[in-house]
């Protein structure tokens, strides 16, 4: 007969799963957007982003309402590297009249209590940070506020449902001159729970309460909290479990007497878990419990998109005071049997929620004092509008400078003629040579050009390295290498013999005469090769072709890459008469109309201009935005003082920079617990390629983690959130500076035509425009926002310079056997 009643309760473990499959689908409602509105399972985001790590220090005061006692403590936690703190506490009734009263009596009970404590502490005198443990369903935007959902368990008080009960808390201390408390934070005791064991296990990741009421909380990806903006990072959440099944989910398994004991209670149909309060405590409610926590875990070890990989993982959770024994058991048992990868480990918290509460507080202390001071490192990269403007109008300044003779010598922005006169015209063909030599790869190029109808061009090349040894040897070395180079490829594609026509894009700073000659003014990016800066790179390539003696070839032309890449475009696009580079280097050239080129003869026509903008603000002119990291970036770099706009804008120096901060910030101690490791001191370690991986969107912080580990850097979720927005920092600070100075050249395209608006196309290349997921984007913004009377196209040049360096080569061909070269 007792068996009968009994058996109904008894729930095998595939009901079990079934029902830990019905939570999960519960947390996904409560989670999601579009479901959250209905969800019987809120799962409420908690504002605790991260958990405690050894530096919270201080005193606090701590609140714990809602469980079958009030608390108030005092809490002291030492920043001794050992993670110990001291708790005074003292326990308060919560009369019935007080617990069903109204609101204002219950928070004047409240405030009273607290005033007693700090009486009895002698605490009155101090302003002291408090968290307030409140136990019950609350809404949050932030931390320091909760908009309560509903009362449960004994609360039945008026008049405080839908409204902030830290503005009520608030309202009650201001009756108490002699208080002064700051509210810094309002945690559900299951929060409070896991930052109390979290203190202690920094992997305790789950916070649960059986007692009076039950609830579970846990840190989920922020990716997957459609509530709450961003995805960077981790937030608890508040499940408020208790309310699983008032959807009817759990009806099939709820029997009379659960249903006679909800009705008998303060809440029918509501948080069907009866709890011990109101009649004796009954099976289901400890089955339930069971399977919510296994459920929970399972959810936390195995996020929908990885279930398939069932990685060990060790959870801990906290079960609240009133657990028995036996029952702490069979739970454990139970989650054992339902979740078996999962290594789960029980922590009972030692001080309740109270001391939680305070990390809660003190954690919130940290991150707020941590975002104020990063705000301030970071502020320096910030670029305001007006500031912006004043850059593009200073670079327009430079390029008249670059172009009028008697201001061409000191021109920092050197505007070097190139002697390409005109964008392709469809009429070139011929089979070219091109080499394309100072990006990340050095690359030879053969070209074959169709004209006419079936104009088209096709193209075979080869990657070469060029060793560091070579980039900062001798220059008779870098050429015999370049040459070597090319007699592989002509090798293997068996083309030693044609005396081809060749053009060479070189992406240097070079002072031309004319279309095949071209003098190196400087070297810049990784490059230092002797005895060539003032030679004509022309003639040594010639030069080392002859000391070869194994063909020969016809160096047509000699290019920038940024003109190359404005000719690729340009064979597509005819209105393409821009060509920028954010690569390795940042360049930029445009089609100048010859009456405002001083330097060379004549008036007609146009001619492309290399501007050589790296060097924009060598003359100090820029100096006022310029960071302590970007003079140490400089002062660390092959060619101090020089190519200041490169510097702060490209990507052979984006990711020092980043390094740069990191080590500032770490010195602060808000990084990597302040400990500057060799990783972090190596040099050119992290580079740009980092930045792009880290500021993908949606990347989650386990993968900028994974990241950083690469470099030998031992995050916390925390320190990889603050990596993440240096590298948006740096990276967005150098896209506005590019996009500053192209607006200057726009606009000045804009002028030299006479029209009010203009349209026009950017050929644009280079591994940082091309591969950083931000770059391009705030670039173009930039020169929109700059620039308002252009329409700016912007055209990725997908085959590079080379085939620039040919079409222009063929180009030169064609004029030269025209005979009007
Ligand atoms: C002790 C915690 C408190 C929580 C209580 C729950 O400090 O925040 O509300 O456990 O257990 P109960 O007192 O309801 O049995
Ligand atoms: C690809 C071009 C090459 C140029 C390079 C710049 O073909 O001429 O130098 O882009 O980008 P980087 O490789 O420096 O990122
Ligand atoms: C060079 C330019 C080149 C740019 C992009 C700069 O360092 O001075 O000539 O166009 O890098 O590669």
Known sequence: ???????????????????????????????????????????????????????????????????????????????????????????????????????????????????????????????????????????????????LLAWTKHFRVRGVQDTDVVSSLHRALQKHQDIDVDVLALVNDTVGTMMTCGYDDQRCEVGLIIGTGTNACYMEEMRHIDLVEGDEGRMCINTEWGAFGDDGALDDLRTEFDRELDLGSLNPGKQLDPGPHCHSRNLLYWVKLYIC?????????????????MPQRPVRADEGRLCPARFAGRLHRAVGRLVPACEVRFLRSRGGSGRGAAVVAAVARRLAAQRRRLHTALAALLLPPAILWELRDKMRAELEHGLKRETQAQATVKMLPTFVRGTPDGTEKGKFLALDLGGTNFRVLLVKIKSGRRRSVQMYNKIFAIPLEIMQGTGEELFDHIVQCLADFLEYMGIKG???????????????????????????????????????????????????????????????????????????????????????GTNVCYMEDMKNIEIVEGNEGKMCINTEWGAFGDNGCIDYIRTKYDREVDEGSLNPGKQRYEKMTSGMYLGEIVRQILIDLTKQGLLFRGHISESLRKKGIFETKFLSQIERDRLALPQV?????????????????????????VSTRAARLCGAGLAAVVEKKRENQGVERLQITVGADGTLYKLHPHFSRILQETVKELAPQCDVSFMLSEDGSGKGAALITAVAKRLHNVGQK
């Open 498 to 584: 044609a005396r081809l026509p060749l053009g060479f894009t070189f992406s240097f700073p070079c002072r031309q005469a004319s279309i095949d000659k071209g003098t190196l003014v400087g070297w810049t990016k990784g490059f230092k090769a002797t005895d060539c800066e003032g030679e004509d790179v022309v003639d040594m390539l010639r030069e080392a072709i002859r000391r070869r003696n194994e063909f020969d070839l016809d160096i047509v032309a000699v290019v920038n890459d940024t003109v190359g890449t404005m000719m690729t475009c340009g064979y597509e696009d005819p209105n393409c008469e821009i060509g920028l580079i954010a690569g390795t």
């Open 705 to 729: 983690r994974h990241v950083l580990r690469q470099l030998g850097l031992d995050s916390t979720c925390e320190d990889s959130i603050i990596v993440k927005e240096v590298c948006a920092a």
């Open 293 to 309: 926590s296994c459920a929970l875990l399972l959810w936390i070890v195995y996020p929908m998109e990885t279930k398939r990989t």
């Open 1 to 147: 007969q007792v068996d009968r009643y009994l058996y109904q309760l008894r729930l095998s473990d595939d009901v079990l799963l079934d029902v830990t499959a019905r939570f999960q689908a519960e947390m996904g409602k409560g989670l999601a957007r579009d479901t959250s509105p209905t969800a019987a399972v809120k799962m409420l985001p908690s504002f605790v982003r991260s958990l405690p790590d050894g530096s919270e220090k201080g005193d606090f005061l701590a609140l714990d309402l809602g469980g079958s006692q009030f608390h108030i403590h005092w809490v002291k936690e030492f920043d001794d590297g050992k993670q110990s703190s001291q708790l005074e506490s003292k326990s308060y009734p919560t009369p019935k009249e007080v617990m069903q009263g109204n609101g204002a009596e219950l928070f004047d009970y409240i405030a009273d209590c607290l005033s007693d404590f700090m009486e009895t502490k002698n605490l009155k005198h101090k302003k002291l940070p408090l968290g307030f443990t409140f136990s019950f369903p609350c809404k949050q935007t932030k931390l320091e506020e909760g908009v």
